[in-house]
C-alpha cells in the first residue's frame, strides 16, 4: 500500500485587491510515496512544498485533485491519528511547558491517559530534551523549540511523518541529532516525508526526492541511483609543480595545495593529462571519476521541463 | 468527542489564567473595598445604591473587557501563530475547536465573575452589615451578566474566524454599544418612516439586546425580576450565542490557513 498519494493535486489563490486575478501556488501534482521510505520534497523557496504539506494535513483546502493517505482520503479523521507533522519554524502556547504541551496533544490524538506520562517522558528523551523542567516555552531556544516540534510529531506513534523543514534553526549537533531520529523513524516501518533545503541531509537520508519549482514538479529519483550517475569527467591528483604550465596549456584549470595538485577534466582528455604527468615526472596520487551529486540533480531538475509521474 | 472539547476548553482557560487575566481581579478587589469606605464617607442613605450600581456596572465592564480581548484573538491568533497547524491536523474536526475555545473562554468569564462577586459581596457586607432578602436579585443582575458575557464572547469569536484582532475589536465593540442602546434604538425606529425605519428595525432586531439584560438599576433599588424575563433572556442568550457559534464554524470550516 502506498503512504501517500496524490492525484492531480491543485491549488490556486485570488491575488490582489481590486482586480482579482488567479495565482498557482502548486499546479497539478501527481506523486507517490511508498510506505517505509524517507521521502524528500526538495525546492527553493516558494517552490509549493509547504502548500502541498498544508493540503495533505487539511490546513487547505485544494482548488481541484485529491490525496490520500495510508489509502483514506486526507480529510478522514481516522487518518490523522495515524500521522504527525511538523510545520516549518514551529509556534505553541509560551505559557506551557514542553511534558503540558505534549500532553495536551496526546489529549487530542487520542493516547490512552494510562499511556501519556511514559509516553510524553520518552519522547522528550528521544528528541533530546530528556528534562525540561517546569520551564515555559517562550523561554526556549528556537533549537530547542525544533525539538518539542519533532516531539509533537510523533507523541502519538503515528505512522506516517511529516517534516517541514526538520533542520532549520538547529545547530550541527542538532541536526545530526535530527537525521538519527529520521532514520530511527524508517527503522521502527514509518515513512517519514520531509521538505528542507539542505541537500546534504537530503543525500544523507532520503531513499527517493522529488524537486518541484515554481508549484510544478520537475523531477523524481532514487538518491542511490543519481549520486552514482558517472558524469564523463575524472579527477586526477599528484604530487609535484612542474606539471602545471603543461597542464594549462591543455586547458586543465589546476589548484595547488603546498605541492598537491588537483585537476577535474573531461574523460577525452584524460590520456593526455597522464601523459604530461608522467613526462614531467609528477607522482600521480589517484584518479577517480566524478559522480553526480544530489545537488547536480537539484540545480539540473530546476530548469527542467515539469514531469508527469506515472502511476 | 466531548473529551476533546474539554481538552481544547481547559487548555484556553489555562492559557488565559497563566496570561495574568484573572489579575484584574485584583484590582477590582481593591477598587470595591476603596469605593466602599469611599462613598459611606460621602453618601447618606444611598449608600448601598451606590455600591450595588457601582460594584455590578464594574463586574459588567471588567467581563465585557475580557471578553473582547481574550475572545477577539481566540481564532486569528491561532491562525497568525500558526499555533492551529499542530491542533487541525490532529484527528480533530474544525467545529471542535471552536466549541472548545468557546466553552473555555466562557469558564474563564464565569470564574472571573465569581471571584469579582465574591469582592462585591464582601464590600457590600462591609457597608451595609447585613444582608436582606432583596438581595437575592442581585444573584439574578449577575446572572444576567454572564448571559451578556457569553454572547459577546461568541460573536467577538464569530469576528475571530474571518477578520484581523484590530477589526474584529472595532466589530465586538461597535456590536456592543448598538446592543447596548437597542431599546433606544427601537424606539427611534418607531419614530421614523420609509426605509431609514427598516434599517433602524433589522439593526436593532439583529444585534443582540444588551438593554434587557441590564437589570443593575432595578436591583440596586431592590426591585424583584419577573421569572418570565429570566425564562426570556436565557432562552435568548442560548439562541443567540448558538446562532453566532454555528456563523463561526460555517466560515471557520472552510477557511484556508495560510
Redesign the interface.
Known amino acids: 500500500m502506498a503512504a501517500i498519494q496524490t492525484f492531480a493535486l491543485e491549488k490556486a489563490y485570488s491575488v490582489g485587491f481590486w482586480r482579482k486575478r488567479p495565482k498557482c501556488a502548486l499546479r497539478p501534482l501527481t506523486l507517490t510515496v511508498e510506505e517505509g521510505e524517507i521521502f524528500g520534497y526538495l525546492g527553493p523557496n516558494g517552490a509549493g512544498k509547504t502548500t502541498t504539506l498544508?493540503l495533505l494535513?487539511?490546513?487547505?483546502?485544494p482548488t481541484s485533485g485529491s490525496a490520500k493517505i495510508l489509502d483514506m482520503d486526507i480529510g478522514d479523521?481516522?487518518m490523522?491519528?495515524l500521522?504527525g507533522?511538523?510545520?516549518e519554524q514551529?509556534?505553541?502556547?509560551d505559557?506551557?511547558t514542553a511534558p503540558e504541551l505534549l500532553n495536551?496533544?496526546a489529549?487530542?490524538?487520542?493516547v490512552p491517559a494510562g499511556d501519556r506520562s511514559r509516553r510524553v517522558q520518552a519522547v522528550l528523551e528521544r528528541v533530546g530534551l530528556p528534562d525540561p523542567g517546569k520551564v515555559?516555552l517562550r523561554k526556549f531556544s528556537k533549537g530547542m523549540l525544533q525539538r518539542v516540534?519533532l516531539a509533537?510529531?510523533i507523541i502519538?506513534d503515528p505512522k506516517v511523518v511529516?517534516l517541514d523543514e526538520p533542520m532549520s534553526g538547529l545547530d550541527p549537533i542538532g541536526r545530526r541529532d535530527v537525521r538519527d531520529l529520521i532514520q530511527n523513524l524508517k527503522d521502527e516501518g514509518k515513512t517519514v516525508f520531509f521538505s528542507t533545503h539542505i541537500l546534504s541531509d537530503a543525500e544523507a537520508l532520503c531513499d527517493r526526492v522529488a524537486v518541484l519549482n515554481k508549484g510544478e514538479l520537475r523531477g523524481v529519483g532514487v538518491v542511490a541511483d543519481l549520486t552514482t550517475r558517472i558524469q564523463g569527467r575524472a579527477e586526477v591528483i599528484w604530487q609535484g609543480p612542474s606539471a602545471i604550465p603543461s597542464l594549462a596549456n591543455l586547458g586543465c584549470e589546476c589548484h595547488m595545495i603546498g605541492d598537491v595538485g588537483r585537476t577535474v577534466v573531461p574523460d577525452s582528455l584524460l590520456d593526455a593529462v597522464l601523459e604530461t604527468l608522467r613526462f614531467k615526472s609528477a607522482t600521480l596520487v589517484s584518479v577517480n571519476p566524478v559522480r553526480a551529486t544530489l545537488e547536480d540533480y537539484f540545480v539540473e531538475r530546476l530548469s527542467a521541463e515539469p514531469v508527469e509521474v506515472p502511476q | 468527542m466531548t473529551?476533546?472539547i474539554g481538552?481544547?476548553a481547559y487548555?484556553t482557560f489555562?492559557?488565559a489564567v497563566?496570561?495574568r487575566v484573572l489579575y484584574n481581579l485584583i484590582v477590582f478587589a481593591l477598587l470595591m473595598v476603596a469605593s466602599s469606605f469611599l462613598f459611606s464617607q460621602i453618601s447618606i442613605g444611598i449608600e448601598r445604591l451606590i455600591l450595588v450600581n457601582l460594584g455590578l456596572t464594574a463586574i459588567s465592564v471588567f467581563g465585557f473587557v475580557i471578553a473582547t480581548f481574550i475572545g477577539i484573538g481566540l481564532v486569528s491568533k491561532e491562525m497568525e501563530?500558526?499555533?492551529?497547524?499542530?491542533?487541525?491536523?490532529?484527528?480533530?474536526?474544525r467545529w471542535e475547536f471552536i466549541l472548545g475555545k468557546f466553552f473555555g473562554l466562557a469558564g474563564t468569564l464565569v470564574v472571573n465573575v465569581f471571584l469579582m462577586a465574591l469582592g462585591f459581596f464582601a464590600a457590600l457586607l462591609f457597608q451595609v452589615r447585613h444582608f436582606e432578602a432583596h438581595d437575592g436579585w442581585l444573584l439574578i443582575a449577575l446572572y444576567f451578566i454572564v448571559l451578556e458575557l457569553v454572547v459577546i464572547t461568541a460573536i467577538a469569536l464569530l469576528f475571530s474566524t474571518y477578520s484581523s484582532p484590530l477589526m474584529s475589536s472595532v466589530f465586538t465593540l461597535a456590536i456592543l454599544i448598538i446592543g447596548t442602546f437597542a431599546e433606544d434604538l427601537r424606539a427611534f425606529a418607531a419614530m421614523i418612516d420609509g426605509f431609514p425605519r427598516f434599517i433602524a428595525m433589522a439593526a436593532a432586531r439583529l444585534v443582540p439586546n444588551f438593554a434587557s439584560l441590564n437589570v443593575i438599576s432595578s436591583v440596586a433599588h431592590g426591585q424583584s425580576i419577573a421569572p418570565s424575563l429570566i425564562f426570556y433572556n436565557t432562552l435568548y442568550a442560548v439562541l443567540y450565542t448558538g446562532a453566532a457559534l454555528a456563523g463561526a464554524i460555517l466560515i471557520f470550516e472552510?477557511r484556508?490557513?495560510?
Do not use: C, W
Open positions: 498544508k494535513m487539511g490546513l487547505m483546502f479523521r481516522r490523522k491519528a500521522i507533522f511538523q510545520p514551529p509556534y505553541f502556547y505559557y506551557l495536551y496533544y489529549q487530542i490524538s487520542g515555559q516540534g509533537q510529531a502519538h511529516f | 473529551s476533546r481538552v481544547i487548555n489555562r492559557e497563566r496570561d501563530k500558526r499555533t492551529l497547524y499542530t491542533i487541525l491536523s490532529r484527528p480533530l474536526g472552510h484556508n490557513l495560510k
